[in-house]
Nanobody, 120 residues
Framework: QVQLLESGGGLVQPGGSLRLSCAAS????????MGWYRQAPGKERELVTT???????NYADSVKGRFTISRDNAKNSVSLQMNSLKPEDTAVYFC??????????????WGQGTQVIVSS
């Protein structure tokens, strides 16, 4: 079984910063990519950022220049540094991982989500 465990999140004022972390555990052969999605109330889940095994990153336009994803391949973990937060960043943030459990068995996995609230 594979699990993605998130930490971080919380309440922050506009312009502030938060750091989210996510660690994958369980039967993992190789992680293709990890990242973060978010879902605001009444909206669909959307991509925030991803990073692949080689370190290539992809960001939503709305977070470029403010958010930075990093990855520790040895620890099967990713972190998301969020700066200059805006009220519209308020959402539940979900850790995502596409990985192989064996050489042929792969799938997409999700964390349970962590709440980020940006409000004064």
């Amino acid at each position: 079984q594979v699990q993605l465990l998130e930490s971080g999140g919380g309440l922050v004022q506009p312009g502030g910063s938060l750091r989210l972390s996510c660690a994958a555990s369980g039967s993992i052969f190789h992680i293709v990519s990890m990242g973060w999605y978010r879902q605001a109330p009444g909206k669909e889940r959307e991509l925030v950022t991803t990073i692949n095994a080689g370190g290539a990153t992809n960001y939503a336009d709305s977070v470029k220049g403010r958010f930075t994803i990093s990855r520790d391949n040895a620890k099967n973990s990713v972190s998301l540094q969020m700066n200059s937060l805006k009220p519209e960043d308020t959402a539940v943030y979900f850790c995502y991982g596409r990985l192989y459990r064996t050489t042929t068995d792969w799938g997409d996995y999700w964390g349970q989500g962590t709440q980020v609230i940006v409000s004064s």
